[in-house]
């Protein structure tokens, strides 16, 4: 962990722990016994999201050429989704693995690593359609006062996102992957690197042919927004299990809202405390009080545990397992 990374896990802890003590652990605790084995069932439901989040990737590869399994790219997915969830690693190092996760069973660099990363960046260009679809719906429902004090600094998140991708597929365009590459070995010397050059300009090409089709673009595009949209089943059931059942249309609201404020403190690890202040924040506008928020934003942590920590287990099974085999070259054609 870099000083940097520790730094920003330290303010969102110090901010989690306050917004903890601010309601009151104790009310906090009791709301989430109160839902008790309903975790689970919400835990459960995130499959539903993280299968069309893996499809999504899955339409990216070229569908006469050899690609990975169904089965194999979801588990990838859970695997890089646990990373960015539960390790500081930022949101780089959730799909860096994927990438792994999936070269180590032979697939190939190239045409892996531009899906992932493709994938990557249309999941938050959805993201912030979504968003902006939840903000549609908080002008709908806030009042003059509320639509200054919270609609502000969520339009304010959106707008981070969207330069955040902007700037991301601007740089894959120009050929992120090998100018980094070459720029790293100018820093470093000595070494030759010239196959690795050759497969990070490899990589650029498949990025670029893959924002060219515009048919898998407007597939991965889709199924990423409609991820985002059932995701909100996951809010629509903890509340339930809660005992402040509220509409689709509330639970949409707090989702798309809540994921992009999320989403802007990506820096973060785990967008931890501010995940919490996002939902106490919007809590009003749909009539939940504090505690049931911030015990909401508690549940989807819970989930993130149920799900990541096996995720983790799985992918370090995976490390082990390719050390003992030992790892195969990396294929670099398509």
Same mark, same amino acid.
């Given at each position: ?19 903890? $003590? ?21 835990? $459960? ?13 899955? *339409? ?22 646990? *990373? ?29 690593? $531009? ?47 969207? *330069? ?171």
């Amino acid at each position: 962990m870099t000083r940097v990374s520790f730094m920003l896990l330290s303010i969102g802890t110090a901010l989690f722990v306050a917004l903890l $003590a601010w309601q009151g652990l104790g009310s906090v605790a009791s709301l989430l016994a109160v839902a008790g084995w309903g975790l689970v069932v919400v835990a $459960a439901f995130h499959a539903l999201p993280l299968v069309i989040d893996a499809a999504a990737i899955a *339409v990216l590869y070229d569908a006469r050429a050899p690609r990975p399994g169904a089965a194999r790219i979801l588990v990838a997915r859970w695997a890089g989704e646990s *990373v960015n969830s539960l390790l500081p690693a930022g949101q780089i190092g959730g799909p860096v693995l994927m990438v792994r996760y999936l070269t180590q069973r032979g697939e190939a660099l190239p045409a892996t690593a $531009a899906a992932i990363t493709v994938s990557t960046t249309m999941q938050a260009a959805a993201q912030i359609v979504f968003a902006l679809l939840g903000l549609a719906l908080f002008g709908m429902a806030a009042t003059a006062g509320s639509l200054t004090r919270v609609g502000e600094p969520v339009l304010v998140a959106t707008l981070v996102l969207l *330069v955040v991708v902007v700037a991301f597929v601007r740089a894959q365009r120009h050929g992120v992957f090998g100018r980094g590459l070459r720029f790293v070995s100018q820093l470093l010397g000595r070494r030759d690197w010239s196959q690795l050059t050759s497969q990070a300009d490899a990589i650029d090409r498949a990025v670029r042919t893959l924002y060219a089709d515009r048919r898998r673009m407007t597939a991965t595009f889709v199924l990423s927004l409609v991820g985002w949209l059932v995701g909100t089943g996951e809010v629509w059931l903890a509340l339930r299990f809660l005992g402040h059942p509220v509409g689709w249309t509330e639970a949409l609201l707090l989702e798309s809202v809540g994921q992009a404020i999320r989403g802007a403190a990506f820096a973060i690890p785990g967008s931890l405390g501010v995940q919490e202040g996002g939902y106490l924040l919007l809590a009003p506008l749909v009539g939940l009080p504090p505690d049931t928020a911030l015990a909401l934003s508690l549940a989807k942590r819970v989930r993130e545990l149920m799900f990541g920590l096996p995720g983790l287990v799985a992918l370090q099974w995976s490390e082990r397992r390719s050390q003992r085999v030992g790892a195969a070259p990396l294929p670099v054609a398509d």
